[in-house]
């Protein structure tokens, strides 16, 4: 089945610092990323939608100056949370669609929890 | 705008019964995909079962199979034969074409020995 890797798989950093969040498709070819925030024990919301080489789709409420989405290559799309603060402690999910026609399922990372201090 | 209500927060069933997870949307599209999500403690998303929204017949995956009722609006889980693996937090998800997946809020599922 379709595999998808994120790394870290877990970042603590200081307050007011960068950190940057890997999404990889390890055996298919994605179209479409998307990336999901999920606080404790609530549900995910997607953040924002990334194509190859096109700027990314960001949801309503979601700052797109700190939340950065590089969607470089098939492969790899990178989440850079700029200047981060104690409320983007979050996990964060990625997933990635093949763009099967059939069933446009999305296979979904590990997760990443990031804790801000 | 489309939402996803999973009016049951938290359920709990004996093992090798059954049960029914409940979901109902509301969106204007004609054209969508519904699906359920296992998130168990390790919190790795696990695709349990999908629904085209042009299909009339109700999609099954060995123990578990849903009942969708298009004109209402409504996308129930049934588990059938619960095992302890079962347990777990349990999604309902919507998704137009290739947009990101809106999820409700989740029915925290426990199966008891």
């Known amino acids: 089945g379709a595999v998808v890797s994120q790394h870290p798989s877990r970042v603590i950093c200081k307050s007011g610092t960068s950190v940057k969040i890997e999404c990889r498709s390890l055996?298919?070819?994605?179209?479409?990323m998307f990336w999901y925030r999920q606080f404790p024990k609530q549900s995910l919301m997607l953040m924002a939608t990334?194509?190859?080489?096109?700027?990314?789709?960001?949801e309503q409420g979601v700052e797109k100056d700190k939340f950065l989405i590089n969607h470089a290559s098939l492969t790899l799309s990178t989440l850079t949370v700029t200047s981060a603060h104690p409320e983007d402690s979050s996990f964060y999910i990625c997933?990635?669609?093949?763009?099967?026609?059939?069933?446009?399922?999305?296979?979904f990372g590990p997760g990443t929890r990031l804790t801000v201090l | 705008a489309q939402t996803v209500t999973q009016s049951q927060p938290e359920m709990s069933v004996q093992e090798a019964e059954t049960v029914t997870l409940s979901c109902t949307y509301d969106?204007?599209?004609?054209?969508?995909?519904l699906f359920w999500y296992k998130q168990p403690p390790s919190r790795q998303m696990i695709l349990v079962i999908r629904?085209?929204?042009?299909?009339?017949q109700n999609a099954t995956e060995n123990r578990f199979s849903v009942n969708f009722q298009k004109a209402a609006k409504s996308f129930s889980l049934k588990i059938s034969d619960s095992q302890l693996g079962d347990t777990a937090m349990y999604f309902c998800?919507?998704?137009?074409?290739?947009?990101?997946?809106?999820f409700g809020k989740g029915t925290k599922l426990s199966v008891k020995p």
């Open positions: 969106t204007s599209e004609s054209n969508y995909y």
């Open positions: 055996d298919f070819q994605a179209t479409t």
């Open positions: 990334s194509n190859e080489g096109s700027k990314a789709t960001y």
């Open positions: 629904q085209e929204a042009y299909k009339q």
């Open positions: 998800a919507f998704m137009k074409l290739t947009i990101g997946l809106i």
């Open positions: 997933s990635a669609n093949s763009g099967t026609p059939k069933y446009n399922e999305q296979f």
